[in-house]
């Protein structure tokens, strides 16, 4: 069974970081983009960033450009989200996606759509993000 694990959630005070690691088991997702998205209570599920597979090419919500960073290791598997300067409005769900393409040279808005149709999701991080 293919899952999408999520891990580095947790509480922080305005200003602080964290680091969130997404790991895949059962299979490897290394020609595939990844992205990280957020749910916040009330909200619909939106983009934070993606990296396409290679990661040559990124894409950042404007709300986090500048704070986050995406980054994916390839040896290990896993993708991170850097998260820096965290706000109260950061506080949500961070869940972990998969591509449905292999080698999509460049990621995009329209990425993140065809993100929300893949079957590779985690089950999601909390961040809490107190004043």
């Known amino acids: 069974q293919v899952q999408l694990v999520e891990s580095g959630g947790g509480l922080v005070q305005a200003g602080g970081s964290l680091r969130l690691s997404c790991a895949p088991s059962g299979r490897t997702f290394s020609s595939y983009a990844m992205g990280w998205f957020r749910q916040a209570p009330g909200k619909e599920r939106d983009v934070v960033a993606l990296m396409n597979w290679n990661g040559n090419s990124t894409y950042y919500a404007d709300s986090v450009k500048g704070r986050f960073t995406i980054s994916r290791d390839s040896g290990k598997n896993t993708v991170y989200l850097q998260m820096d300067s965290l706000k109260p409005e950061d506080t949500g769900v961070y869940y972990c996606?998969?591509?449905?393409?292999?080698?999509?040279?460049?990621?995009?808005?329209?990425?993140?759509?065809?993100?929300?149709?893949?079957?590779?999701w985690g089950q999601g991080t909390q961040v809490t993000v107190s004043l």
């Open positions: 996606a998969a591509d449905r393409f292999p080698y999509r040279p460049l990621v995009s808005i329209t990425t993140a759509r065809s993100m929300r149709a893949s079957e590779y």
